[in-house]
């Protein structure tokens, strides 16, 4: 039974970003569809940290 119709579900995956700010290391999960997206959306919730590491967690 195919269809053309989209089913909605897409396949995310779940990323630790480690980032650096005012001397600490804050660790925040996202959830994105590509990997290379988590740096954009831990940047595009604190704008003033460094990246440190990304790791998936669950995808």
């Given amino acids: 039974m ?3 119709f989209p089913t909605g ?3 995310t ?3 630790e970003v480690s980032c650096f700010v005012g001397g600490m290391v804050i660790k925040e999960i996202v959830h994105v569809e590509k990997f ?3 740096d954009k959306v831990a ?3 604190n704008p003033f940290c ?3 590491n990304r790791k998936v967690l669950m995808k």
Wanted: proline content about 0%; charged content about 40%.
């Fill in 9 to 11: 579900r897409r396949s």
């Fill in 43 to 45: 940047k595009s919730n």
């Fill in 36 to 38: 290379e997206d988590a």
């Fill in 50 to 52: 460094r990246v440190v």
């Fill in 2 to 4: 195919n269809s053309s």
């Fill in 13 to 15: 995956m779940k990323v």
